[in-house]
């Protein structure tokens, strides 16, 4: 085999995501080339100073905590990727939204503690599939519902819609596993953006299919490299939490019949480069008013914490009129909501009691005593 097969076969690996040298040499072709390391980046390597063991380690910083205090549980890491994933039209757009106004003003996501420096932070929010109307009318109504002022939200939360998208939102090539002109374009102008305008605190993806190549949920290599290319705008300033908006696998369980990781769709690439994925399902209706149920399925670093239900209301007062549906805006449950939440379940159970004892008794079988019997 030639020198340039050989080649072209060590670089068809590195693209499947295979280190070279793990292979046998008979399985390459040839000899391995020489390791050309000019221009190698420099490896830092760490701990041979003792101060580096010594110092004091920062303590790990949370963009929500699981409750409305400084001291409530860790619940999704600050500077790391993370997957919010569910069924199509369950509503991950509608939490991310929703979580993207509590962070750009310092107000509760859903009942929990949001902790962007210094009070409020900055949102940079990429969607794939919506109009830039459509984000506004999401963002209205929800900030309608948390009583926030739109005029507060310039600069602190910016918006790349489908129309920048024309062209794909693909952030790593598919030939190659490089990044994208689009991909390059987008790390480049959020780091000149928080020169003028502050670090970020939270980068948005929805949904991330559109910002991979065309197999990145099935081929694991795809799906490896285009995290990875996510992972790299949390090294952007203020070191951000990214969130990707994901889909779950078909027929999979609802959220507290055993969810977990293995539901969401795609490639194992996918979920395992994450630090922190939730799972979305429906908890279930009361009245005209819609309950969700949003259950970590992976938190690397943060303890087991309960599944977070929250509500999506069938009316809510607008202008002292009742606005139905309310543009699907979403709030957290109160005790109430969930006391309604398990009513129909009660209601039910206790409706077959009732018509268990109303039953008449089924008749007794007939007894065999004076029966013949051949012979007899």
């Not at 549980?73 to 069924?87: C, F, M, Q, T």
Request: net charge neutral; aromatic share 6%.
């Amino acid at each position: 085999m030639s020198n340039n097969n050989n080649a072209k076969d060590i670089n068809d690996l590195r693209q499947k995501g295979i280190d070279p040298l793990s292979v046998p040499l008979e399985e390459v072709g040839g000899d391995r080339p020489e390791t050309d390391l000019e221009g190698a980046p420099i490896l830092r390597w760490k701990g041979a100073d003792p101060d580096w063991w010594t110092e004091n380690v920062p303590p790990r910083e949370w963009l929500v905590r699981a409750g409305n205090t400084e001291e409530a549980p860790g619940y999704i890491p600050r500077g790391e990727v993370g997957i919010l994933a569910g069924r199509g039209a369950t509503g991950k757009t509608w939490a991310l939204v929703a979580l993207a106004l509590a962070v750009a003003t310092g107000k509760e996501w859903l009942g929990y503690r949001t902790a962007p420096r210094g009070g409020r932070g900055r949102v940079a929010l990429l969607v794939a599939e919506e109009t830039g109307d459509e984000v506004r009318r999401r963002v209205r109504a929800q900030a309608d519902m948390m009583d926030i002022r739109l005029a507060d939200l310039a600069g602190r939360i910016v918006v790349l819609d489908r129309s920048d998208m024309v062209d794909g939102a693909a952030l790593v090539t598919e030939e190659t596993w490089q990044p994208t002109p689009f991909g390059l374009k987008v790390f480049a102008s959020l780091r000149t953006e928080a020169k003028t305008g502050g670090d970020w605190d939270l980068v948005i993806l929805d949904p991330l299919s559109a910002f991979g190549p065309p197999d990145c949920e099935t081929d694991n290599a795809a799906a490896t490299y285009t995290m990875r290319e996510v992972e790299r705008l949390c090294s952007l300033p203020g070191s951000p939490t990214v969130l990707v908006a994901h889909h779950t696998k078909k027929g999979r369980k609802e959220a507290g019949e055993g969810a977990d990781m293995d539901d969401i769709r795609g490639a194992s690439g996918l979920v395992y480069r994450a630090r922190w994925a939730a799972s979305l399902s429906k908890a279930g209706e009361a009245g005209e008013d819609r309950y969700l149920r949003l259950e970590v399925v992976k938190g690397n670093y943060g303890p087991a914490v309960s599944p977070l239900v929250y509500v999506q209301p069938g009316l809510l007062p607008h202008n002292g009129r009742q606005n139905r549906k309310a543009c699907g805006a979403i709030r957290a449950a109160s005790d109430d909501d969930l006391l309604r939440l398990k009513a129909p379940e009660e209601k039910a159970e206790a409706e077959k009691q009732r018509k268990k004892q109303a039953a008449p008794p089924a008749p007794a079988a007939p007894s065999k005593a004076g029966r013949g019997t051949f012979g007899g």
